[in-house]
């Protein structure tokens, strides 16, 4: 018998537990938050007993998917109906369905990936894994009553920058600062499809293959999205994973 090749922790069902969180986002408007309007606000709880400030999350509950609990135990927590943000570009290592190569860092559009993990080993025999997504309030009114009986929380919209100040703990502080980096480099990201068949296309890949020393058929036949900034393309080089 041999040994892992990598280093490997093994730990089984008693002796840990997943859960989930969201950074709650939505576009401040002049009716409902005091920034100026198309602001990116971020939701941030206050805990009433402890005097700290955090970020929703909660244990995965038995059947209930990673994603799902992250949504619902936002929208407990803070009230707020919510949903996976659309739209997201961002780096992951999850392959798309049917891949055959081995996984590597990626930049993707349509993203509903976590985009982030957190591990607190309470004890060994006790350890905490936090899945982090990126939500969006859905625009409904927001609701009371939601939270369980242990929790006392109070959630308010704030800056970015506000948050960043705020938040008791550095985890979540970075947390929010990537949550919210995706969410803006998102809305600056110029998406452009060029068909495999195009010269320009054509090109573009025979650049691509110069510079990353890839032989042509890594990339023969395919149709690729990519993120091309015509306008600086050593910059859409480094978009793309090494």
């Given at each position: 018998?041999?040994?892992?090749?990598?280093?490997?922790?093994?730990?089984?069902?008693?002796?840990?537990?997943?859960?989930?969180?969201?950074?709650?986002?939505?576009?401040?408007?002049?009716?409902?938050?005091?920034?100026?309007?198309?602001?990116?606000?971020?939701?941030?709880?206050?805990?009433?007993?402890?005097?700290?400030?955090?970020?929703?999350?909660?244990?995965?509950?038995?059947?209930?998917?990673?994603?799902?609990?992250?949504?619902?135990?936002?929208?407990?927590?803070?009230?707020?109906?919510?949903?996976?943000?659309?739209?997201?570009?961002?780096?992951?290592?999850?392959?798309?369905?049917?891949?055959?190569?081995?996984?590597?860092?990626a930049?993707?559009?349509?993203?509903?990936?976590?985009?982030?993990?957190?591990?607190?080993?309470?004890g060994?025999?006790?350890?905490?894994?936090?899945?982090?997504?990126?939500?969006?309030?859905?625009?409904?009114?927001?609701?009371?009553?939601?939270?369980t009986?242990s929790e006392?929380?109070?959630?308010?919209?704030?800056?970015?920058?506000?948050?960043?100040?705020?938040?008791?703990?550095e985890?979540?502080?970075e947390v929010?600062?990537?949550?919210a980096?995706?969410v803006?480099?998102?809305?600056?990201?110029?998406l452009?499809?060029?068909?495999?068949?195009?010269?320009?296309?054509?090109?573009?890949?025979?650049?691509?293959?110069f510079?990353?020393?890839w032989?042509?058929?890594?990339?023969?036949?395919?149709?690729?999205?990519?993120?091309?900034?015509?306008?600086?393309?050593?910059?859409?080089?480094?978009?793309?994973?090494?």
């Amino acid at each position: 018998m041999a040994a892992a090749k990598f280093p490997t922790t093994l730990l089984f069902s008693p002796n840990f537990v997943i859960t989930a969180g969201a950074v709650l986002f939505r576009r401040s408007t002049s009716s409902s938050s005091s920034s100026p309007p198309n602001v990116l606000e971020v939701c941030i709880l206050y805990h009433e007993t402890k005097g700290h400030w955090l970020l929703a999350k909660g244990r995965k509950d038995r059947g209930e998917s990673v994603e799902d609990a992250a949504i619902r135990e936002t929208f407990e927590e803070t009230g707020y109906p919510c949903r996976l943000m659309s739209g997201l570009q961002m780096w992951t290592r999850a392959p798309p369905p049917g891949s055959q190569t081995k996984d590597s860092a990626a930049l993707v559009s349509n993203a509903i990936e976590p985009f982030a993990v957190t591990m607190r080993t309470v004890g060994p025999t006790n350890v905490k894994f936090t899945w982090w997504y990126i939500a969006e309030w859905t625009g409904e009114p927001k609701q009371d009553g939601t939270q369980t009986l242990s929790e006392s929380f109070t959630s308010e919209f704030v800056s970015v920058d506000t948050a960043l100040k705020r938040l008791t703990f550095e985890t979540d502080r970075e947390v929010v600062e990537k949550a919210a980096k995706i969410v803006l480099e998102s809305d600056h990201a110029k998406l452009s499809y060029v068909s495999l068949s195009s010269p320009s296309m054509i090109l573009f890949l025979n650049l691509l293959c110069f510079k990353q020393k890839w032989k042509w058929n890594h990339v023969e036949e395919l149709e690729l999205v990519l993120f091309f900034f015509p306008d600086n393309l050593d910059f859409s080089f480094s978009l793309l994973p090494k």
